[in-house]
């Protein structure tokens, strides 16, 4: 099972941040918070990941908690082409190379 | 660099019968996972190859499902005999983990969409 909570769904007007939340509270010291997206019709696609410290690449901000057990993606300026279903997903840490996904949440940009 | 493979994109089959699934990885991806994903659900882990050794099948369906990467590179995934409930969408995904890359960054292919009749 997934050891993530997430909205099913969300709405974000086209050139507003979009904020998406995601709950992990059992994380372990070790493990990672990945978030990817999936385009309708396409395979999933990495975002960005994070430990403890904030991040930023070219395509979003990853915020997490100072607990861990909370993490927000941020996409600064959302277009329509950011629509699509994000997943929060804990690495099993330990080398594992794996990821579990649960439903994720419908991020619908909204002209 | 050219991504990660898949063919076919459909098929529709009926149910008892057999299908193959060909996936060809990102060039020097030493991993190569497939995953079934049903609709309006996430993707699920089938099996994750380590060049041409199993990682991990425990999510296999064995008595109908089987795949194999052969030389460590192509692989192809085995349903036979189908049944209804194997409609969904097959993803094959690749990733250098493990290889000079400490993160979990698996790139996928547009995936086979399987109809079962």
């Known amino acids: 099972d997934a050891k993530t909570t997430q909205p099913p769904s969300m709405d974000c007007a086209e050139g507003r941040a979009a904020n998406l939340p995601c709950n992990h509270s059992?994380?372990?010291?070790?493990?990672?918070v990945y978030w990817y997206r999936q385009i309708h019709s396409q395979g999933p696609q990495y975002i960005i990941h994070?430990?403890?410290n904030n991040e930023t690449n070219e395509m979003a901000s990853l915020i997490i908690t100072e607990d861990r057990k909370s993490s927000t993606l941020i996409l600064p300026h959302a277009t329509l082409r950011d629509t699509a279903v994000y997943y929060c997903?804990?690495?099993?840490?330990?080398?594992?190379?794996?990821?579990?996904f649960g439903k994720g949440t419908k991020l619908s940009v909204i002209p | 660099e050219a991504g990660v493979a898949q063919s076919p994109r459909y098929k529709i089959i009926e149910k008892r019968q057999s299908v193959a699934f060909w996936c060809n990885p990102i060039?020097?991806?030493?991993?190569l996972y497939w995953y079934q994903q049903i609709l309006g659900q996430g993707p699920k882990l089938l099996i994750q190859?380590?060049?041409?050794?199993?990682?991990?099948d425990s999510q296999l369906p064995k008595d109908r499902f089987s795949a194999e990467r052969l030389k460590g590179v192509d692989s192809t995934l085995k349903i036979q005999p189908a049944k209804l409930e194997d409609s969904a969408v097959y993803l094959c995904?690749?990733?250098?983990?493990?290889?000079?890359?400490?993160?979990?960054?698996?790139?996928f292919g547009p995936g086979t969409r399987l109809t079962v009749l």
């Open positions: 059992t994380i372990s010291g070790n493990e990672y």
């Open positions: 995904a690749s990733s250098s983990s493990g290889y000079g890359n400490s993160y979990n960054e698996q790139f």
């Open positions: 997903i804990v690495d099993l840490g330990a080398g594992s190379y794996q990821l579990t």
């Open positions: 994070g430990l403890k």
């Open positions: 060039s020097g991806h030493a991993t």
């Open positions: 190859f380590q060049n041409n050794g199993v990682v991990d």
